[in-house]
């Protein structure tokens, strides 16, 4: 069979800074999933998109282009709305765990296709895996079921959702253009959008810990994420968060999970509980909900009630104890002062290293590797006093950690005691 266009013809075009027509993005992108295009011209493609970029309906029919390689989901036939929530991704960010459950409790179904976690930020799905017996992979049936009787299911997105974004992200990894705007705002949103939530809220992390360390780099993929979601029907917010620092006070799998069930019981670190109302309000604005009162549902049990049949739904056993890392070491203050930083990249790096993470996405990860936090930017600390403990089943592992937190944890004893950075920096929807 002839093919319409010419896979150089269309690199060219764009290398020269040219926008492509919408006949051009439908051919290669369903050309590349043929594998008609190969590897390496879609290389050459993805960096003259790096480079030269794409506009707004570039961007939408190259969205739309992938989102056609794959299945589209339906929840239409639910008797609640939908609503999700997606992160850019960041350390210790667990927000998904309580946030799903406590926005069940107000009638609005979630659907939180998830991943496995790849270098320093963790997976949603590695994090559950610590529960005893709860099993990731569900059917469309099973999911929908658990949707209609419990509200919120957390699961392993199937292969058939974008297979063309599967193909481009693995090569993009491998390319150095993992970062341009338009294709991470395509891959994203060609998932989010092929699941068939009614509507999304998408946390766009900025600081070291987060794939945009600038603002104004995380503001404009917001921008393009709200403007495709708007496009294509689904209600689309965004907030931009700070990912300098951690967020709460664990990062790793297991320990992750502890501190999310403190947070359904009511207690756990101000930052999560800060960020996992202000989510879930925007979910509930989103889904038609504007007068649910989210905090008081955290406070009083009811997201905890929906938690536990949510877990037990999969298979787990909300009350099983968690494992726990068979080695610890601390790291304590050399002087006295004010914690100034606490790198979010540093104890990334820290965790992933210590085994909560995988450098390859066959490897194993440890469920009770990672790091706990006991001070905060803007804490005053005294010389001694531990500031961290890292976890790991495998002590050799301990010096690398080590190594990864040199300079990203800061005591200066001219410090200003109190000061933190804001956690909801903006927020941005259809304009
Ligand atoms: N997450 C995705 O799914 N795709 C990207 O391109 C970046 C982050």
Redesign the pocket.
């Known amino acids: 069979m002839s093919e319409q266009f010419d896979a150089v013809d269309v690199i060219v075009a764009k290398r020269d800074g040219h926008r492509l027509g919408d006949a051009q993005i439908d051919w290669v992108l369903d050309a590349y999933t043929r594998g008609v295009v190969a590897d390496e011209q879609m290389s050459a493609l993805a960096m003259a998109i790096l480079l030269n970029g794409m506009d707004r309906a570039e961007i939408a029919r190259w969205t739309g282009a992938m989102i056609a390689s794959g299945e589209r989901m339906d929840f239409s036939g639910l008797s609640r709305p939908t609503s999700d929530k997606h992160s850019?991704?960041g350390v210790g960010d667990k927000i998904t765990l309580p946030l799903a459950p406590l926005v069940a409790v107000f009638g609005v179904a979630v659907p939180q296709l998830s991943g496995r976690g790849l270098g320093h930020t963790g997976g949603t799905l590695d994090k559950l895996e610590s529960i005893p017996g709860w099993r990731a992979a569900l059917s469309n049936d099973e999911m929908m079921r658990q949707l209609e009787d419990v509200g919120a299911v957390i699961c392993a997105a199937g292969s058939g959702l974008a297979p063309a974004?599967r193909k481009l992200?693995a090569l993009?990894d491998v390319t150095g253009t993992?970062e341009a705007i338009p294709?991470?705002a395509s891959?994203?949103m060609s998932?989010k959008i092929a699941e068939g939530t009614g509507s999304l809220v998408l946390d766009v992390k900025v600081g070291s810990g987060a794939?945009m360390k600038d603002a104004d780099r995380a503001g404009e993929l917001a921008r393009t994420m709200v403007e495709l979601g708007t496009d294509a029907g689904v209600h689309t917010v965004a907030l931009l968060t700070d990912m300098s620092t951690p967020l709460g006070l664990t990062a790793g799998n297991a320990l992750e999970v502890r501190e999310s069930v403190e947070v359904l019981a009511g207690g756990g670190p101000a930052d999560v509980v800060e960020l996992t109302v202000a989510l879930a309000r925007e979910m509930l604005d989103a889904a038609g909900r504007p007068d649910a009162d989210p905090a008081a549902a955290l406070a009083d049990g009811r997201a905890m009630d929906v938690w536990r049949r949510m877990i037990a739904a999969q298979g787990g056993d909300p009350d099983a104890p968690l494992p726990v890392a068979r080695h610890q070491e601390q790291v304590r203050a050399e002087r006295d002062g004010v914690l100034t930083a606490l790198d979010a990249y540093a104890v990334g790096v820290a965790a992933w290293r210590l085994g909560a993470g995988r450098a390859r996405k066959e490897d194993p990860v440890q469920a009770g590797a990672g790091v706990e936090l006991h001070a905060r930017p803007g804490d005053t600390v005294r010389a001694g006093q531990p500031l961290l403990t890292l976890h790991t089943d495998t002590p050799e592992r301990f010096a690398r950690a080590h190594e990864a937190l040199t300079g990203g944890v800061v005591v200066d004893p001219q410090g200003v005691a109190g000061r933190r950075p804001a956690l909801v920096l903006d927020r941005v929807a259809a304009g």
């Open positions: 850019t991704g974004d992200y993009r993992v294709l991470i891959s994203i998932k794939f």
